[in-house]
């Protein structure tokens, strides 16, 4: 039966429907809510009983099934109002209290909490108890304290509000952060498209300014942006998985299935649907509002059945095998290296806390030979909480709980930066992992391409055009055939517009390929807009649409004699093969025979191709005299016997910046492959316009028949020996399928020949590439020409489809990779030195010259303010001057080792110089032995000063991790940076010089300030000192820390193995809210960024 035979019939009762602007009944809502949770025969029943027919809805929609509505603004605005957006809800932001909540349940911060707590009760206990506290104390003086010590609880207290401070910083980091992926997801709601027809015109609009009542056209690829009726259909198929969890695809049509719903995807055929249900009320959003709310609620397990039901159905797109993409490289080896350095820091803390009590005891109980009395209970407690605090402080600096802010605030910095260089960042992972790149599998067209397609030359009446012809050098009867054919058989969503002043180039919309052939059409004068309007789309008979496994598109018309005509287009070496026929000089069909078509394959197609032309043939059979209908489901007994029309060539512009671009990643220790559907000879002109052939290197290009004979074995499958005989050679695959590009992406991955796993980046834009572009390290989509399926599939989106953003994306990568280990050599000196100055400092003088309070700023400053300046350096070219560091390096270079050891080596010289002869050299009194509640000494205050002043000037230090001399380069140009070290220097000033026992400091003369700041200048000298060391020296001890031990790929996140070993690192409520940010980032893109734009 033909489709669409179906007449929309006239509703039995008109009284029902609203005038225009008159909003609908109550239960007229809820008869459309109804509706949608139909199926089947059930949904058409419904839809003739409430609503008589599809015509009937129309009409209750006040829509226009032909021309859409009206292009008024009060209209839409009215119909939201009415039914709301098409936003699907979001789940609200935490709370700056939550956040707050979540960096108290920090392990060593509650301990400092618990020891504030304790010196605040043992302060005011000892004003009341009563007996003789004299002779308790183990240092004279005891009389001076006994009458300060009214003064005592302040100390609890400002830890206290040391930990408040340290809470608050924390807080706002993650809020900021927070703030940093809701603003990104604002972004991509603005710059989702989806199309509409709207006053008979076809227009591409915000996805969230669909309203009910709109029709919207849809094809193969697309993602379906609301609920809808279908009201025209051909060949309609829908994959439903992702509500259903049923793989089968499931075909629609007006005589048995005509519902649509949002969410699901266009693998085959085209049609146009009406609106029914938008926003919160579609069927995705009814799922997204129950998951947001058992979110809110803490229904943990609802949420994850609404999770599991949602996404039933992503496994069509995955491989029949499983396979778990390896997991960061960074993020593996900061999650080693933090437990290492947790352990270590355990150690030392433990270490100190057991020296200090056991030098206290022998020295109070055994050689002073004090007794324990009750009046002295309070002031032993409190020496007790006093070494207790200085063990945790050593804990606090020495556990590296900055890293997953670092890497997190570096991540968001360059997703956010990235966005602007037009790649939209699905997964964060991908931003890390593209760094580490090895491989990059490329399509052409629009990537290396301009994808800006034109007919530059033509093979009619079997005359080779080298330029276009005239439209009377070609007879009319071709003309016809090629107007009709061009007209029918191109998608009616593709189209030409011309510019007005003529000295613009053409507007194309739609597929460009089939847009040059349109354009075509208007050089010989040919209105092909009017042959339209005769045979209107849903007058078409049959449309095989094309797709990857066909390689062809042809659509049937039926005549008014009751015959058929099918018009075919598709590659010529597919195409011609099917045709036994050909268009004469006169128009006529002569025999084509295989010796003509040899001839015409090495005459007019090979001179095509080796100039890089796409060469398309168009042909066409008629279906006469026959005594019954032609089953039209067996496609190999009806796309054959053709009549060839003509041959044209297609000129796709290189981009002129990308031989270039390809230079540069190919001295970036990144190979470049390209993988396309074209033939042999025009990838290979291509190939070597881009530079990815070189005649001087030995590497080739290979056909999809030969490689696939090349890797297969006897039985047909694939041997991955014999598949690494060929990949590290080969450049450029021809004529390929989405399944040899999948099995080439993981042949590549799965080899070990190298020596080391390769990470594949590949491009992809077509449903079928969703398998290669899921199994890739990393997946990019082209925003312009992928479908909704591709994007989904992907991890990063080209929102221009050029191989530069690419490139921009490893720069970025590289720069956050380098970034981390900027922070991370800035962040482990800093660490050694405080662990050893604290650690030496109280087993020396049974006190650390860095106090508690002086502890956790400085914790602030290698925390906190260092992660946001040294993850804001901005990515320059000379990232792409060396290859990708690989799996097996370890995260801490030579470079780094050396930089970390030279400059702990110069601060602790300084540090310990002015601890213990700082006295002579300065005259001023000692600090050292001093009393358990003494005032702060100018001493201590000036190692204290001095120690931040050599980090401040550390921290410029740090900006470079690969040796270079020159640290000040660029600083000018990094505001944060700049921000944020004046603004540590001007509160250090004010806690120096204001801060008074608060933060145990006391003011500090000019002088004794001028000496800071030049012996913490002094470290950029040193610096250089450094610098001029060979790394070759540490060697040996980065293979003792770290070894080179290969890691393997991972089916399980190595974060979730090793849970025993991250509370070593950091209580695990804060590494999951650090997770919880990410992965509502990537749920968000899960969901919405499948309809990302169409174009800019």
């Given at each position: ?20 602007g ?54 839409l ?23 707050v ?5 920090d ?50 207290a ?10 608050l ?18 972004q ?20 969230k ?15 379906l ?57 579609s ?9 947001a ?77 004090q ?22 402080t ?10 997953p ?44 391409t ?9 093979y ?19 003309l ?28 194309q ?70 045709c ?51 089953d039209?489901?067996r496609?190999?007994d009806i796309?054959t016997q ?59 290009c ?88 591709a ?16 490139m921009?994306?490893?720069?970025w990568g ?67 001057l ?46 050292r ?5 003494a ?53 250090q ?31 950029l ?5 450094i ?8 060697e ?16 399980v ?23 919880r940010?990410?992965?509502?980032y990537?749920s ?13």
């Amino acid at each position: 039966m033909r489709p669409f035979s179906r007449h929309l019939r006239t509703p039995d009762s008109p009284s029902r429907f609203s005038p225009i602007g008159e909003p609908l009944q109550q239960e007229t809502l809820k008869d459309l809510e109804q509706l949608m949770k139909q199926r089947g025969l059930e949904a058409l029943e419904w839809l003739e009983v409430h609503f008589g027919g599809v015509s009937g809805l129309c009409q209750l929609l006040q829509t226009d099934p032909e021309l859409g509505l009206p292009l008024d603004p009060k209209e839409l605005s009215r119909r939201r109002e009415q039914f709301g957006t098409n936003e699907v809800p979001k789940t609200r932001s935490r709370y700056f209290l939550e956040l707050v909540w979540d960096a108290l349940q920090d392990t060593t911060l509650i301990f400092l909490e618990l020891a504030a707590v304790a010196l605040l009760a043992l302060a005011f206990y000892e004003l009341k108890v009563s007996g003789d506290t004299k002779g308790c104390f183990v240092t004279r003086g005891s009389e001076k304290e006994e009458e300060d010590k009214v003064v005592r609880w302040p100390e609890g207290a400002v830890l206290l509000m040391s930990v408040a401070l340290v809470v608050l910083v924390t807080a706002l980091n993650d809020w900021n952060k927070d703030k940093q992926f809701k603003n990104l997801e604002d972004q991509v709601v603005l710059s989702q498209k989806g199309k509409v027809m709207r006053s008979g015109q076809i227009l591409e609009v915000p996805v969230k300014d669909i309203v009910v009542g709109d029709v919207v056209p849809v094809s193969y690829g697309d993602m379906l942006p609301a609920d809808g009726v279908l009201l025209q259909a051909q060949n309609l198929k829908m994959n439903e998985s992702s509500l259903t969890g049923e793989l089968n695809l499931v075909k629609k049509s007006l005589d048995l299935d005509p519902l649509l719903l949002s969410g699901t995807y266009v693998m085959e055929g085209w049609g146009k649907i009406l609106v029914t249900a938008v926003g919160p009320n579609s069927q995705t959003g009814i799922i997204l509002t129950w998951l947001a709310a058992s979110a809110q609620q803490g229904r943990l397990e609802e949420q994850r059945k609404v999770l599991e039901w949602a996404n039933q159905g992503k496994s069509m797109i995955k491989p029949r095998h499983s396979y778990s993409k390896a997991k960061p490289v960074l993020q593996k080896k900061l999650t080693k290296l933090a437990v290492l350095i947790g352990k270590c820091g355990m150690l030392i803390a433990t270490i100190t806390v057991v020296i200090l009590v056991t030098y206290f005891v022998i020295n109070t109980f055994v050689i002073e030979g004090q007794k324990w009395t009750y009046g002295c209970t309070s002031v032993y407690i409190k020496y007790f909480i006093k070494f207790f605090i200085i063990g945790i402080t050593i804990l606090v600096v020495t556990v590296p709980d900055g890293l997953p802010l670092a890497l997190t605030q570096s991540l968001a910095y360059s997703v956010k930066k990235m966005m602007k260089d037009k790649n939209l960042v699905r997964h964060l992972d991908a931003c890390e992992t593209i760094a580490n790149a090895t491989t990059i599998c490329l399509d052409k067209t629009g990537t290396l391409t301009m994808n800006r397609m034109t007919v530059v030359q033509a093979y009619i009446g079997e005359t080779h055009y080298q330029k276009l012809p005239k439209t009377n050098s070609i007879p009319d009867v071709i003309l016809e055939y090629l107007l009709k054919g061009i007209a029918v058989n191109c998608s009616y969503t593709s189209n030409v517009i011309l510019s007005k002043d003529g000295k613009k180039l053409v507007q194309q919309i739609g597929n460009k390929t089939e847009c040059a052939l349109l354009g075509f059409l208007l050089h010989l004068e040919l209105d092909y807009e009017t042959e339209r309007n005769k045979i209107p789309q849903q007058s078409l008979y049959k449309v095989y649409s094309f797709n990857s496994d066909r390689k062809s598109m042809s659509t049937v018309l039926k005549l008014s004699s009751g015959d058929f005509l099918m018009f075919t287009k598709g590659p010529s070496e597919i195409v011609l093969a099917k045709c036994y026929k050909i268009l004469n000089k006169m128009g006529e069909p002569v025999e084509l025979t295989d010796t003509k078509k040899k001839e015409i394959v090495q005459n007019i197609i090979e001179p095509m191709t080796s100039e890089g032309l796409q060469t398309i043939c168009l042909a066409f059979r008629e279906f006469s005299d026959l005594e019954k209908e032609p089953d039209w489901d067996r496609e190999e007994d009806i796309i054959t016997q053709l009549t060839c029309i003509a041959l044209v060539g297609i000129e796709d512009p290189v981009r002129p910046e990308i031989s270039s671009a390809i230079r540069k990643c190919q001295r970036a220790g990144i190979t470049v492959r390209m993988i396309t559907g074209d033939n042999l000879n025009t990838a290979r002109a291509i190939a070597f316009k881009c530079g990815i052939l070189d005649p001087h290197h030995n590497c080739f290009c290979l056909e999809s028949g030969v490689f696939n004979r090349l890797i297969c074995d006897k039985r047909g499958k694939v041997e991955q020996k014999l598949l690494d005989r060929i990949w590290p050679r080969l450049r450029v695959l021809a004529s390929s399928s989405p399944t040899d590009k999948y099995m080439l992406i993981k042949g590549i991955i799965d080899s070990d020949i190298l020596g080391e796993r390769q990470i594949v980046a590949v491009t992809g834009d077509g449903t079928n590439d969703g398998p290669a572009l899921k199994v890739a390290d990393v997946g990019f989509a082209l925003g312009i020409t992928g479908t909704d399926i591709a994007r989904e599939a992907s991890d990063i989106i080209l929102m221009d489809d050029n191989f530069t953003s690419i490139m921009k994306a490893i720069m970025w990568g590289r720069n956050t990779y380098d970034n981390i280990s900027k922070f991370l050599q800035f962040h482990l000196t800093v660490s050694v030195v405080a662990t050893v100055v604290t650690f030496i400092g109280a087993c020396v003088t049974q006190d650390s010259p860095l106090k508690a309070v002086q502890m956790l700023w400085i914790n602030l400053i290698m925390d906190a303010f260092a992660s946001l300046a040294l993850a804001a350096e901005k990515p320059t070219e000379a990232l792409l001057l060396r290859k990708p560091y690989g799996r097996k390096q370890h995260l801490l270079s030579s470079s780094m080792v050396k930089y970390i050891l030279g400059h702990a080596a110069y601060q602790l010289t300084v540090t310990f110089v002015l601890m213990f002869v700082g006295e002579e050299l300065f005259d001023f009194e000692s600090g050292r032995k001093a009393l358990l509640h003494a005032p702060p000494s100018t001493h201590y205050t000036m190692v204290f000063n001095t120690f931040v002043m050599m980090q401040l000037f550390n921290e410029i230090n740090a900006r470079k991790i690969h040796g270079e001399r020159n640290v000040f380069e660029g600083i000018l140009s990094n505001n944060i940076f700049c921000t944020i070290v004046g603004g540590t220097f001007a509160l250090q000033f004010l806690i120096v010089q204001f801060g008074g026992n608060v933060f145990s400091c006391t003011n500090l003369s000019p002088d004794l300030w001028l000496w800071c700041i030049f012996l913490g200048a002094g470290i950029l000298v040193w610096g250089q000192f450094i610098t001029t060391i060979p790394s070759k020296y540490v060697e040996p001890l980065i293979r003792l820390i770290g070894g080179r031990v290969e890691e393997k790929i991972d089916t399980v996140c190595p974060v979730e193995s090793m849970t025993e070993d991250l509370l070593w690192v950091q209580n695990p409520s804060r590494i999951q809210n650090q997770k919880r940010l990410i992965k509502s980032y990537h749920s968000y893109f899960h969901r919405s960024g499948s309809q990302i734009i169409q174009s800019l």
